[in-house]
């Protein structure tokens, strides 16, 4: 059994329900828009699989692959920034999709929380939506599930959108 949590668009702000909401978290996954220090500190505190997003630094393209394709409790997964949703992905993320058959597809990119079975494709899809402060999305939210043989348990914590004037990075227990 592995407890995972997914995170994505933080843009260089993580907020403190991260800690909270992921300490009983195996392992983390960013899937893009990290932003400068982010990757860092869940790295201090937690094992970590990410991608580059559009808005990330060269630094972090250069450190990190746009795809990721891992197993994790027996299920094969990919990961990418830029995904659309079921019936809506882009062509040749499609055909990367039907030629890898992951059993779960993580993706960020639109701030939008979608979590969803897509029937087509037979993969869990997520999207967390938005963890940071950028963007026009009104709320933050994360996502953690339990793989045991499939995903399970899946819970979404939404919480108030940081604002501009909160600064700083919390620091973790």
């Not at 079975?117 to 994360?142: C, S, W």
Request: hydrophobic fraction near 40%; charge should be negative.
């Amino acid at each position: 059994m592995v407890r995972v949590g997914v995170l994505s668009d933080t843009h260089g702000v993580l907020p403190p329900q991260v800690f909270s909401f992921f300490k009983d978290c195996d392992e983390v996954w960013h899937a893009g828009d990290i932003g400068t220090g982010v990757l860092e500190e869940l790295r201090e505190w937690k094992r970590v699989r990410a991608v580059w997003g559009n808005c990330d630094s060269f630094a972090l393209h250069y450190e990190l692959e746009e795809r990721a394709f891992f197993e994790c409790g027996g299920l094969r997964v990919m990961m990418t920034h830029i995904g659309g949703w079921p019936g809506h992905y882009p062509h040749e993320l499609q055909r990367t999709l039907a030629l890898a058959k992951p059993d779960i597809f993580v993706c960020g990119h639109s701030h939008i929380l979608k979590v969803m079975y897509d029937k087509e494709m037979g993969l869990l899809h997520i999207n967390p939506g938005a963890a940071g402060r950028q963007g026009f999305h009104q709320v933050g939210t994360l996502v953690r599930f339990v793989i045991d043989g499939q995903p399970k348990e899946l819970e979404v914590l939404e919480f108030p959108k940081l604002n501009r004037t909160d600064a700083g990075r919390p620091q973790h227990p």
